[in-house]
């Protein structure tokens, strides 16, 4: 749409108010150039979200996006809630079929995409080869923090870990949702406030000359 309107409509607008009699420069070379940098600025912005969403989507690229946005504030808080809901859905499944807590480790780590809490694994798996409570060996080496960890805290010495889990992997699931549906909230208005000044630029563009021209 935006191409469109750059390369046919704007010219064609300006075709009609030359041939009425409006001068090529001043106010009317001034709009139809603010007019199509406006346009051009948000085709541009487009394009970024676009590749952003098309490199996110492939599985190449996938991984160096997530930790580039582990480092941003409200993108890298998100990042660590889905990495960790993930992560603990997985050690829940595992832990409630039976399986051992070292084996049950090893198989959920894959799905932690998290620096931290993939930095975090080895020293949770030499914790647990000692005999410490999984519970207290992911708050220990850092793997879960804040809330979560006085959680995992309290059921570790219940002897109630595995239980615990699942309910860790809907809190983290829950406040990721709640985390995007905020991000949304705000780039939402954003874009369409974006949009809408580029629609008021163009409806400006076209209106001021043709008001000039019928009062002349």
């Not at 912005?45 to 989507?57: E, K, P, Q, S």
């Not at 993939?118 to 060996?137: N, Y």
């Not at 850092?142 to 959680?151: H, Q, S």
């Not at 974006?194 to 002349?216: C, E, N």
């Amino acid at each position: 749409v935006l191409v469109f309107l750059i390369l046919f409509v704007l010219p064609v607008f300006e075709q009609v108010f030359l041939s009425l009699g409006a001068s090529p420069g001043g106010g009317l070379g001034s709009a139809f150039a603010a007019a199509r940098i406006a346009i051009v600025l948000l085709g541009i912005l487009i394009v970024l979200l676009l590749a952003v969403a098309l490199l996110y989507i492939l599985p190449s690229t996938r991984a160096k996006m997530v930790q580039v946005a582990a480092h941003l504030p409200v993108a890298g808080r998100v990042s660590y809630l889905m990495s960790a809901g993930r992560f603990t859905h997985a050690l829940a499944m595992l832990l409630a079929s039976g399986i051992p807590v070292e084996e049950a480790l090893d198989k959920a780590a894959p799905l932690a995409t998290s620096r931290r809490i993939i930095q975090s694994m080895p020293a949770v798996r030499a914790a647990v080869a000692e005999g410490t409570d999984l519970g207290r060996a992911l708050v220990d080496s850092g793997a879960l923090v804040g809330f979560e960890a006085k959680v995992l805290l309290s059921a570790a010495r219940a002897g109630q870990t595995s239980n615990v889990m699942e309910n860790l992997a809907e809190y983290y699931t829950d406040q990721a949702d709640n985390q995007i549906d905020s991000l949304l909230g705000v780039v939402e208005p954003a874009f369409v406030g974006l949009l809408s000044i580029a629609t008021g630029v163009l409806m400006l563009s076209v209106m001021l000359p043709l008001t000039r021209l019928t009062s002349a």
